[in-house]
């Protein structure tokens, strides 16, 4: 059994960012006109007029005041509100792989690694391109780096589900080294014409390389202690897209085949057990609460992850406890977490205790405790 450290991070954030404001201007024309259009109908009582958008609304709602996106002007476009992403061939690199692998070079550079010395490749995310082949072999092949990958989804727990992965390949002797990637363009599952959701998400990717402790040079190592994982299914965050859709066709377009939530029963769900999976699993290997420096969590929303805390420590977190990223990043799914770390470790001493932790549809929740070398 080898002990694992985290030897780098890396993240691939897209060129264009939208503000709320520019958001919100593009929802309220589709709003305008719908009602317009709809103006008969909505006065007989036949349907509901759509609710404008603020930002203000937005920012109390979830904390976010930007996002990046793979496409801006599609999104913005009233008449589209859908990201434009032109297909590619066959013989050319996927964009997950794109990202991928822009996000994997900052993360070798930092590990002081080269694709030679990985063994393995995880792609962890919430939104696959495609079925078959895997993404990760696609990024193994992109890298040139010999051994196996594979894609799993565990939503926006997928990371920290990666991680226990490759930790335990890697402790197994299975693997010296893993690339665990996360590329997310969650604006590809959203409804930019829903109010309640239309703001949530943004693109990113972030990467990983997890390998034995004896074999890391880097400078940024950090130790995995532990991880620990648990599921409960709920309908409560849901996206029913698949391949079978095309075998009942008459339902193809409905709203389940784009992103939806119950949000205010997630809220009052997965908070209370996020914390109380935290606190277990510190006390499971004797670290007290009070003594973790710093909590990277899952950035979905602001209101969330305060309250997450404040069940740990009985008292609010300062920013520098649990840092956030989610006003200029948003929701990115799997990569949150990963970017507040990524962005949030390396001014912390040596033998700083962190949890990494994330939580998501399923329900999914993962933890990592991490010790800085």
């Known amino acids: 059994m080898y002990n694992v450290v985290i030897s780098g991070t890396g993240l691939y954030t897209p060129a264009n960012s939208i503000s709320n404001d520019e958001l919100v201007e593009s929802f309220n024309t589709y709003v305008h006109r719908f009602n317009s259009e709809n103006a008969a109908a909505i006065e007989a009582g036949e349907i509901q007029p759509l609710p404008e958008s603020s930002s203000a609304f937005i920012e109390k709602a979830s904390g976010i005041r930007s996002r990046y996106v793979t496409d801006k002007a599609g999104i913005l476009d009233p008449e589209r509100m859908v990201p434009r992403i032109p297909e590619r061939s ?33 792609v962890a995310c919430s939104n696959l391109q495609r079925a078959y082949p895997a993404i990760a072999i696609e ?12 894609d799993m989804n565990v939503a926006c727990s997928s990371a920290t589900f990666g991680i226990q992965n490759a930790v335990n390949s890697i402790k197994l002797g299975q ?33 990983v390389i997890i390998e034995r402790e004896d074999l890391a040079t880097s400078e940024h190592q950090w130790e995995v202690l532990s991880t620990k994982l648990v599921t409960e299914f709920s ?8 391949f079978l859709n095309r075998a009942a066709e008459e339902h193809m377009n409905d709203p389940d085949k784009l992103f939806i939530q119950e949000g205010r029963k997630v809220f009052k769900e997965v908070c209370p057990m996020v914390a109380e999976l935290i606190g277990e699993h510190l006390g499971e290997n004797g670290i007290a609460v009070e003594s973790v420096k710093r909590f990277w969590l899952h950035q979905a929303n602001l209101n969330m992850n305060h309250l997450i ?21 948003a929701n990115t799914s799997s990569a949150g977490s990963v970017i507040a770390f990524h962005k949030h470790q390396d001014d912390l001493p040596s033998g700083s205790l962190g949890v990494l932790s994330s939580f998501g549809a399923g329900y999914s929740i993962g933890s990592v405790i991490l010790r800085k070398r």
């Not at 991928?100 to 490749?121: N, P, Q």
């Not at 990024?139 to 594979?150: D, P």
Request: one cysteine or more; hydrophobic letters at 45%.
């Open 309 to 329: 805390v404040r069940k740990l420590l009985g008292r609010d977190a300062s920013e520098d406890e649990a840092p956030v990223i989610l006003d200029t990043y």
């Open 90 to 122: 066959n013989n050319e690199w996927s964009i997950l792989c794109e990202m991928s692998v822009k996000a994997a070079e900052e993360a070798l550079a930092r590990a002081g690694k080269t694709a030679a010395d990985i063994d393995g490749v995880i």
């Open 175 to 207: 693997a010296r080294a893993i690339l665990m990637v996360n590329p997310e363009i969650c604006t590809g599952h959203m409804n930019f014409r829903d109010r309640d959701s239309h703001f949530i998400f943004g693109d990113a990717c972030t990467a």
């Open 235 to 242: 309908n409560n965050i849901r996206n029913n897209f698949g």
């Open 139 to 150: 990024v193994q092949a992109a890298l040139g780096i010999k051994g196996f990958g594979f």
